[in-house]
Structures are given as structure tokens and as C-alpha cells.
């Protein structure tokens, strides 16, 4: 942590000393591109009685805050049906069994993703298929999606990443077309909306993590699952729960995927400000736009019909690594979503290395995540502006 003068411009790591006249400094406290922390001390008189409301009770696990936060969460996508699990990796596996997609299958999906995407589809025990991605989006790029279509593929499933959604359209009539499953990615987009509906309503089930630092975050795991189909509604409750219908009794193969009481507590209290939340994210994002209009980088753009919530804010550029130290000197910390796309990773190089994404790849060094969350302050924004917009100078001025 980086001591600052009381007096001296924000962002301003080169600030005169301590004199007699300003003896004063004070600790500067970094500014980081998410704080979970700072959603809890928001709210934290209503979240701490929701709490011991839990610790009051008798039931600590599936009880009453689940069910009621099931209903909530349904009822704000707009879906029929919410089922909680564990974590958002969880709904994606789940989602993907109770669709009966398993050995054998293939599930189209993008290599610029988080790992989860891809190890949810091999836990199912099918086979992920990377497709390139829209630039603009960064997501699936629906004309690449196609030629990807095999008698094995099974499903697509599109990421809605950054909390942008993906174009939706042209992979509803492939799926209609060629008679396969969508399933939606929706860990970082929590109420973004495409042509009029949110994502996760759009395909046949929508996935969603509650991790600590999404729109809506737990103080711990947690995910939640979409849909407004009632059959299968009802076989991702047993799924969740070693097929359970009746306690002890399984009525088929399944898993432990629970969604905790205190977690489901907490969540009802922040879904209440999930939208006003968004709205905060999405003037950030416009300050920050207006500010780097001028600078040689690309800022996120939002499509046609669309309406992003901003998990991230992601800036492409070529100096990205000389850009991320500078702003990491004056305690303003970065993030890279995501460094490697997953077909290069370790653990699926071998067996997925040699697929050519040229749009995945070539942002691998070039993204950078800014400061993005409700919480920033006037002052922090301006200090990510300052750190951006001096960085930019000083390479100008080289």
C-alpha cells in the first residue's frame, strides 16, 4: 500500500514530499477490478440479520431461504423455475445430465472462457467442441457455429461473457434446425438482456454462479439454475440431491450440489439491489468510455438489442502488460480475463491444442480487466482514469 500526500492529484505517484506545512499521509488503499467485500459493508446491517435470522433456525441446509430464494431469483429472470446448487460449475453439469447429454456427445462451446465451461461439459462426460469467437462480443461467433455441427454434437453452449450477451438469433435456428439443446452460460451475467428477454430465458436452461465476485455474489459458492420447463425442473432437484424426491430414497443416480442456507439468505438480500447494482456498472462503464475515447485501445461496445450488466469492463490493447505495471505502481490492480484460451491450457493442449481460433488467441495478450464493481467511488474512478490516460502520455511522449 502506497503512501500519498493529503494534498497531492489523485494518481499522482510523483506528489512532493511531506513538508512541515503537509506533514500528513495517509495509507492509499489500492483500488482492485473486483471487491466482494465492499458488496457485503453495503449492505452489511441487512445481510447480518439475514444471517442470524439462519442461525436462529433449525434448518441450515435446503430449508426456507432456499426455497425462497429460488422463487426471487425465477421471478427476476422471468423463468419458471430456479433450482440452487453449489456453484455455478455444478449448473452447468447438472443442467447438461438432466438433458440427457453424456459419453458419446459433443457440446459446442467457446475457448475464451473460464476453465469451468469446458470441465462441467467432460464432468457430464461429454466432449467440448471450441468454436472462434465475435470480437465484438467475445463471444461465439454464430457463423463459425455451423461448420462445428456433427451427428455426435448434442447442444451448444454459449457464454454470455464480461456479462455482454452473446447474438442469440442465429443459434436459435441452428438449434431448431439441427434439433440440439442451448445451454446458457450465465456466470457473468446475471440480468443482461437480448432482444427484449434476459439471458438465461433464452435457451432451454440457463446457468448461473453465485461466486463472490459476480453481479450477484454469495459470501462463498453457490449457483443457481433457469428454466421453464417443469419435467426438467424436477430432474435437476433430484440431480442436485442423490435423486431424492423423498429423503433417503433415490429414485435415480445423483450428486451433492446443495445451495446452503446462510448463502441463500445473503443472496435474497442482494438480488433486492441487483438491478440498481447493473445500472451502477453501466454508468462506470460509460465514464469510462468517455474518458478513453481518444486513447489507442478499444473499449467494450454494446450490440444492437442488447443490454450488458458489465462483470468486467475489458479494454483491448497492445501494451496491455506495460499498462497493467504502471497502473499496479500506483496500487490501481488489474486483472487479465482470461490469460490462455482453455484448448491451450495444460490439461487440454493434447487433445485440443491443434484447433485454430485466431480471434481466441490473438486477445490472450492484449485484454486487460479495469476496476469494475457498484461500490467504486468517484475519487477511485478518476483514479483509474488518470492512471490510464497518464500511462497512455508518457508513451506518447517516448
Not at 499496479?328 to 490462455?340: K, R
Not at 484447433?355 to 477511485?380: R, W
Amino acid at each position: 500500500m502506497t503512501l500519498v500526500n493529503l494534498d497531492a492529484k489523485i494518481g499522482d505517484v510523483s506528489a512532493p514530499r511531506p513538508t512541515k506545512e503537509r506533514p500528513y499521509l495517509v495509507p492509499r488503499e489500492p483500488v482492485y477490478f473486483a471487491r466482494p467485500s465492499a458488496s457485503y459493508r453495503a449492505r452489511h446491517v441487512e445481510i447480518d440479520a439475514a444471517i442470524q435470522r439462519v442461525l436462529d433456525g433449525h434448518v441450515y441446509i435446503m430449508g426456507d431461504e432456499v426455497k425462497a430464494f429460488e422463487e426471487e431469483f425465477a421471478a427476476f429472470t422471468g423463468a419458471a423455475y430456479a433450482i440452487g446448487v453449489a456453484n455455478g460449475t455444478d449448473a452447468l453439469h447438472l443442467s447438461l445430465r438432466a438433458l440427457g447429454i453424456g459419453a458419446g456427445d459433443e457440446v459446442i462451446t467457446t475457448a475464451h472462457t473460464a476453465v469451468a465451461t469446458a470441465a462441467a461439459i467432460e464432468m457430464a462426460g461429454a466432449t467440448p467442441v471450441f468454436v472462434d469467437i465475435d470480437l465484438a462480443t467475445f463471444g461465439l461467433d454464430p457463423s463459425k457455429v455451423e461448420a462445428a455441427i456433427t451427428p455426435k454434437t448434442r447442444a451448444i453452449l454459449p457464454v454470455h461473457l464480461y456479462g455482454h450477451p452473446v447474438d442469440m438469433g442465429p443459434l436459435l435456428e441452428l438449434a431448431t434446425k439441427y434439433n440440439l439443446e442451448i445451454v446458457e452460460d450465465c456466470a457473468q451475467a446475471h440480468g443482461a438482456m437480448w432482444s427484449g428477454r434476459q439471458v438465461g430465458t433464452i435457451g432451454r436452461v440457463g446457468c448461473f454462479s453465485l461466486y463472490p465476485t459476480k453481479n450477484l455474489g454469495a459470501l462463498g459458492d453457490g449457483g443457481i439454475i433457469v428454466t421453464s420447463d417443469a419435467k426438467l425442473a424436477e430432474k435437476l432437484r433430484l440431480l442436485r440431491q442423490y435423486g431424492w424426491r423423498d429423503r433417503q430414497l433415490s429414485e435415480i443416480p445423483g450428486f451433492n450440489s446443495r445451495l446452503d442456507e446462510v448463502q441463500a439468505a445473503v443472496l435474497r438480500v442482494k438480488l433486492r439491489y441487483l438491478a440498481q447494482d447493473n445500472a451502477k456498472r453501466r454508468k462506470i462503464a460509460q465514464r469510462y468510455n468517455n474518458a478513453f475515447v481518444d486513447l489507442p485501445m478499444i473499449t467494450p461496445s454494446v450490440q444492437p438489442g442488447c443490454e450488458a450488466v458489465y462483470h468486467l469492463y475489458v479494454i483491448r490493447t497492445r501494451n496491455r502488460d506495460q499498462l497493467k505495471a504502471w497502473l499496479a505502481q500506483q496500487d490501481i490492480i488489474a486483472g487479465i480475463h482470461y490469460p490462455l484460451p482453455v484448448h491451450h491450457h495444460p490439461a487440454y493442449s493434447e487433445r485440443f491444442g491443434a484447433t485454430k481460433l485466431p480471434a481466441a488467441e490473438s486477445l490472450s495478450d492484449q485484454i486487460l480487466s479495469l476496476p469494475m464493481y457498484p461500490e467504486l467511488t468517484n475519487q477511485q474512478i478518476e483514479r483509474v482514469i488518470d492512471g490510464v490516460r497518464r500511462f497512455h502520455q508518457a508513451a506518447a511522449a517516448d
